[in-house]
C-alpha cells in the first residue's frame, strides 16, 4: 500500500525558516509530479508549491522566492525549504504525489495526512 509520510514542521517565530519533507512509501512503480498544499482555518486549499519528475517548478504566488521545493526520484522524497516565514504562512500542508503503484500502468492522486506549520509574530 502506497503512502505519502510527512515530517518536519512545527513552530517558528516570523522571519524564521522550517523544512517540510515527504516519503512516497510502499511498493511505488513510477514516481510523477510531487507538491505541497496547505490549508488555514476558514480558507481552501492553495498550491504552495509543485515540481514533475524532470524538476520543473511552480510556486504559489505568496510563497515565490521565499520557498523551494526539490526532490529525489530515487529516494521517492520531495522537500519544502520555507524560508523567511509569516504568520500568513500558518497552516495545515499536505503533500500530494500523482504516481503508479506497483502492479499499476494507471497513475493515481495521492494525499499525505497534513502537518502543521505554525508561524507566530
Known amino acids: 500500500q502506497v503512502r505519502l509520510v510527512e515530517s518536519g514542521g512545527g513552530l517558528v517565530q516570523a522571519g524564521g525558516s522550517l523544512g517540510l519533507s515527504c516519503a512516497a512509501s510502499?511498493?511505488?512503480?513510477?514516481?510523477?509530479?510531487m507538491a505541497w498544499y496547505r490549508q488555514a482555518p476558514g480558507k481552501q486549499r492553495e498550491l504552495v508549491a509543485h515540481?514533475?519528475?524532470?524538476?520543473?517548478?511552480n510556486y504559489g504566488d505568496s510563497v515565490k522566492g521565499r520557498f523551494t521545493i526539490s526532490v529525489d526520484n530515487a529516494l521517492k522524497v520531495a522537500d519544502l525549504q520555507m524560508n523567511r516565514l509569516k504568520p500568513e504562512d500558518t497552516a495545515v500542508y499536505y503533500c500530494?504525489?500523482?504516481?503508479?503503484?506497483?502492479?499499476?500502468?494507471?497513475?493515481?492522486?495521492?494525499w499525505g495526512q497534513g502537518i502543521q506549520v505554525t508561524v507566530s509574530s
Open positions: 500530494y504525489s500523482i504516481l503508479t503503484p506497483v502492479g499499476s500502468e494507471i497513475p493515481k492522486d495521492y
Open positions: 510502499g511498493s511505488v512503480f513510477r514516481l510523477g509530479a
Open positions: 515540481i514533475t519528475s524532470t524538476g520543473t517548478t
